[in-house]
């Protein structure tokens, strides 16, 4: 009975320090969680305006610009792919890694040959072990993106969609990315930033309903959307990773909640465990006891006769 209350003490001890490790993780955490919703919620602004912009122009320029107009018959994509740079948050990457992967599929059977682009080195791992080819990868920020870290991403996206498909460009830019509803809720979700679609960017600014004013453009229409649509994309992007990071601390600080709650209960079972070992062995050497003064006393009878 001794050498199996060790064991139990041993696996207490252990389990305590795990426990003592996804508490501090936890904790670190539900504050980055917290940074993450102040950045988010100081985007959305700046995000809204610049999409009312590009809104105001795209529907008030004659010409049709190349970054606002569908291809005839579209054979290229690029899909850029918000993924962790550290795992134990759950199902957060494997989620993106499915969105990105069905949205993949969608495209190829539309007849697209799509270009993955991917942030964060747990999506990177899961493509190259498969042995899939990436265009793009980017380490090192996912838990905490800056806007400088989005025009780094942006700057080839956009020049692909600037290049003809037939000269290695794209002709659709998709984004998948697990979006923060709530400390509770994080949904894998998948949108397409460009060609740009001027209705459904007019419901998502809040304009559909409001008279749209009209605009001289100088030098030209054109030129402003050259100007305004990169910093369109790199909101959007910046957007999105702020989203994902969020998303990535709210899942680790549930996971390790989880983590650390199961540590707890492991540990009142197997304190519960060595205290039925610790008692079996008390009652054991009790009845060793109470064997060895019987059989002095008998011995001690039989002596005396």
Do not use: C
């Amino acid at each position: 009975m001794g050498a199996q209350l060790r064991v139990y003490k041993r696996r207490i001890k252990s389990v305590t320090a795990t426990k003592k490790i996804t508490k501090a993780m936890e904790m670190i955490a539900a504050s980055r969680v917290v940074k993450a919703q102040r950045k988010v919620t100081a985007s959305t602004p700046y995000a809204t305006e610049l999409t009312r912009a590009v809104t105001a122009v795209a529907t008030g320029a004659n010409d049709k610009h190349p970054l606002t107009t569908e291809a005839e018959a579209p054979t290229r994509a690029a899909v850029l792919l918000l993924s962790s740079d550290r795992g134990l948050a759950g199902a957060f990457n494997s989620n993106a890694i499915k969105a990105a992967e069905k949205l993949t599929k969608q495209l190829q059977d539309a007849g697209r040959e799509v270009d993955t682009y991917i942030v964060g080195r747990r999506g990177i791992a899961h493509y190259n072990f498969r042995e899939r080819k990436i265009a793009g990868q980017w380490t090192g920020f996912t838990d905490a993106p800056s806007y400088a870290d989005a025009k780094t991403i942006a700057a080839p996206l956009i020049e692909a969609i600037e290049t003809d498909s037939a000269e290695g460009g794209v002709d659709e830019l998709h984004i998948v990315y697990t979006e923060f509803i709530s400390m509770m809720t994080q949904e894998a979700a998948g949108d397409r930033l460009l060609p740009l679609s001027l209705d459904k960017v007019a419901e998502e600014a809040g304009t559909t309903d409001e008279a749209r004013p009209l605009y001289d453009f100088e030098p030209s229409a054109e030129d402003v959307l050259d100007a305004l649509l990169p910093r369109y994309v790199e909101s959007r992007i910046y957007n999105a990773l702020l989203q994902s990071a969020a998303s990535k601390h709210a899942a680790t600080r549930r996971a390790m909640k989880s983590a650390t709650d199961n540590a707890g209960d492991l540990i009142n079972a197997l304190t519960r465990s060595a205290n039925a070992a610790r008692q079996a062995e008390i009652t054991q050497e009790i009845s060793e006891i109470v064997g060895g003064a019987s059989a002095l006393a008998d011995a001690s009878a039989g002596s005396d006769k």
